[in-house]
């Protein structure tokens, strides 16, 4: 392993992010309070409680997960985007390195930034409502391996992107939708029955749910599954990243 | 001098089947300077893109200090500096710290000794903590220069360093080029001014259609275009070049309406006075004629012509 190469590149993906670091800040603070300004204020004087925990309570797990995965995605493609955009890619295909050291590198930056993001809006949260955590171990797993396994489909995304017009689709048109519909600010036991069973074929249910359950010890699908949809999924993403770097896949012609 | 760099039989087909390098092969010393002469699209880039692990080859070998580069690719990369041809730098990131992640991309610990030495060489020292954009053209090529060179390479590789650049910048990277070659660094550099193939290699390589058409000592190179040539034109054109001039090793050209002599300048005797008597003798009348030098360039028009012929 060439450890001196993962190191290098994950101080340089993340002096970008120091260089910009106010704003890292304050944004998700800003968007967190906004969250809980409409739909803590507005939603939640209808909606009291759901399963004994209040309506503003309850959807900051979500919330968390709704900004890590988002940032996770964007973090990581940009991160190996910029290369292939700017040309600078001709110096991780010629230096010493293999593809495991470059993808710890890039990820890893991207899902501490990411990682960095969540705990802020954990902490502002806990200005706007009682948070409680029931599980932290299982809440901190579940928070790094979101960053990470999002990271890597980050990843992915940035060195299929052709163009910035590619690099917005898939966040937008794919994971956004199964964020908004994954049970991020209710449970899915409020859906009728069929959409309920619809729902399960969302990984991002399983994803929220587990989160929640560290919180609250509430659950839409049981632990277990949670587990076993991340852990399927952070696998989907390194195969698929293995194969891009033994093929050469649209970075080595 | 022992090789360093070894190519056989180094073939390039894209994935959309153009045959970008067609066979080459080249054993490349220890602390030479070897320039890469030929036009655009000849495939120099390809050649060093493939040496240098960013294409794949189609097939041959290439092994760098005796590691084969796809089985032996650490090894073999760690000896290799490269300075692309096209300008490709992070914009906003301080000077400073893209030569050091090139350094750490190699595998080397940080060392800001030896990257202040870099920095001071290429007279980027005090642009140290200047973002990228903030430079000049000229300054941005020496940023990756010092990148290049930032994990001490012992191979380096410059793939039209002075292309678009004016002259003075031109003269100051043939300073760096002869400086580094004294400290030991091969140098494989790929131009198509053949000034500056004549300015600083030690051996010219000719490619064209990717295909190694000559690759020669410029020294004898520069023997071969010290050779001048007399064209003598006559009044009534001769089917044959007459005996008492059979010695002179002329050649006849076209219908026979002129012949070419050719002497080396830094000969005692050009013999240009004994072959005009003699011409008189062989009762041969001159219409005109006409002197010229060959120089590389001629040779390597010759070469490239004939190559498309
Ligand atoms: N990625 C590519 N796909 C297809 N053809 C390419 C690619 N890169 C270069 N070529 C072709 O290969 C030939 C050699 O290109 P190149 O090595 O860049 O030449 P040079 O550096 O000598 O100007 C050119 O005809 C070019 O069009
Ligand atoms: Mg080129």
């Not at chain 2, 360093?4 to 087909?13: E, G, N």
Request: proline share 3%.
């Amino acid at each position: 392993m060439n450890w001196a190469a993962v190191v290098a590149i994950y101080r340089f993906e993340m002096a970008r992010f120091f260089r910009t670091l106010a704003q890292s800040f304050f944004s998700p603070v800003l968007s967190t309070s906004l969250y809980f300004i409409v739909f803590g204020t507005a939603i939640g004087s209808r909606i009291e409680t759901i399963e004994g925990v209040s309506y503003g309570a309850f959807i900051v797990p979500g919330l968390v997960m709704l900004s890590v995965v988002t940032l996770s995605i964007s973090n990581a493609s940009f991160g190996i985007y910029f290369p292939k955009f700017l040309g600078t890619i001709y110096e991780l295909l010629s230096a010493p390195i293999n593809f495991l050291e470059v993808v710890i590198g890039y990820v890893g930056a991207a899902a501490t930034k990411a990682l960095f993001v969540g705990l802020v809006i954990l902490a502002t949260a806990t200005f706007f409502v009682d948070i409680r955590i029931e599980h932290p171990f299982a809440m901190a797993a579940f928070l790094i391996l979101t960053c990470l396994s999002f990271s890597l489909l980050g990843f992915i995304v940035g060195i299929w992107a052709s163009n910035f017009e590619q690099m917005s689709l898939i966040p937008q048109l794919v994971i956004t939708p199964l964020i908004f519909l994954g049970g991020t600010f209710y449970s899915i036991t409020m859906l009728p029955p069929i959409w309920q069973t619809i729902t399960l074929f969302n990984p991002v249910v399983y994803l929220v749910s587990g989160f929640r359950w560290s919180f609250y010890g509430l659950a839409d699908v049981p632990i277990f599954f949670s587990l076993l949809a991340i852990a399927a999924f952070t696998g989907i993403c390194l195969a698929i990243i293995w194969w891009i770097f033994k093929t050469g896949w649209r970075i080595r012609s | 001098m022992s090789t360093i760099l070894s190519i056989k039989d180094l073939r390039k087909s894209y994935a959309d089947g153009f045959e970008a390098l067609k066979g080459v092969t080249l054993d490349i010393e220890e602390g030479e300077i070897l320039a890469l002469l030929g036009p655009n699209g000849a495939g120099k880039t390809t050649m060093i893109s493939t040496i240098c692990g960013i294409t794949m080859p189609t097939s041959g070998q290439v092994t760098v200090g005796g590691h084969d580069i796809l089985n032996d690719y650490r090894a073999a990369r760690r000896m290799i500096g490269l300075v692309p041809q096209e300008i490709a730098l992070e914009p906003f990131e301080k000077v400073i710290n893209t030569v050091r992640l090139s350094r750490g991309l190699f595998g080397l610990g940080r060392d800001d000794a030896r990257i202040e030495d870099i920095l001071r060489k290429l007279s980027l020292w005090d642009k140290r903590r200047n973002a990228v954009k903030e430079l000049s053209g000229g300054m941005k090529r020496r940023v990756l220069i010092a990148k290049a060179l930032a994990h001490e390479p012992r191979i380096l590789f410059l793939d039209e360093p002075t292309a678009g650049v004016d002259v003075e910048l031109r003269k100051d990277m043939w300073e760096i080029v002869r400086e580094l070659k004294a400290n030991g660094v091969t140098i494989i550099l790929t131009t198509h001014y053949i000034e500056e193939a004549e300015a600083i290699a030690d051996r010219v390589g000719v490619i064209n259609s990717g295909e190694l058409l000559l690759v020669e000592d410029k020294d004898s190179l520069m023997a071969q275009m010290g050779k001048k040539h007399i064209e003598v034109m006559l009044a009534e054109p001769v089917d044959a070049i007459p005996e008492v001039l059979r010695h002179y090793d002329l050649t006849l050209n076209g219908a026979g309406e002129s012949f070419v002599y050719s002497y080396d300048i830094h000969g005692e005797r050009t013999g240009i006075t004994s072959l005009l008597n003699d011409v008189a003798k062989a009762g041969l009348v001159l219409r005109d004629v006409q002197t010229r030098q060959s120089s590389l360039e001629e040779i390597f028009v010759n070469l490239v012509s004939g190559e498309q012929a």
